[in-house]
């Protein structure tokens, strides 16, 4: 027991403090989507949060699989049944896409991302204000948390 959790201790903390996490394909991802919602789930639970038309059970059960060998899910077999639960969290996730479009596309550079998404969304000066207040309450927030 205590050798199984310092390896999926080992095994986060290296996907986390590594490059090694990889951007999730697009199943993978809608998979991961109805996991976090869920926080656990059998391959049932999470084929019922798909909208119509449903995958096929064994194309789920097959990305869930994969899924734990990258790291991003843990499996804890109950009987004959396989409970999935997410190893990495949504937030973790988005700050790791987050970061990777900053530096694939704006050349890590924030205020070349926020003048393109401004652009593209046609926002005037008052909308960035509310951004900008927006962000400082949620930074005033976090610092008072900690």
């Known amino acids: 027991m205590f050798f199984e959790i310092e390896n999926v201790l080992c095994t986060k903390i290296s996907i986390l403090m590594t490059d090694k996490m ?18 656990e789930g059998v391959v049932k639970d999470v084929v019922d949060g798909f909208d119509e038309p449903k995958p096929a059970y064994t194309t789920v059960a097959t990305v869930l ?7 991003f899910v843990t499996c804890k077999k109950i009987g004959n049944v396989k409970l999935f639960s997410p190893e990495i969290s949504k937030k973790e996730y988005t700050g790791f896409q987050f970061k990777s479009l900053l530096s694939d596309y704006f050349n890590g550079s ?6 393109f998404f401004a652009k593209e969304n046609n926002l ?3 909308d960035l204000e509310e951004i900008l207040k927006a962000a ?11």
Do not use: C, H, R, Y
């Open 110 to 115: 924030f205020p070349k991302m926020a003048t």
């Open 65 to 71: 699989t994969v899924l734990e060998k990258k790291g």
């Open 124 to 126: 005037g000066i008052k």
């Open 136 to 146: 400082e309450l949620e930074l005033n927030n976090t610092e008072n948390k900690e």
């Open 22 to 39: 990889k951007s999730l394909t697009k199943a993978e991802e809608q998979i991961m989507q109805i996991l976090w919602d869920l926080k």
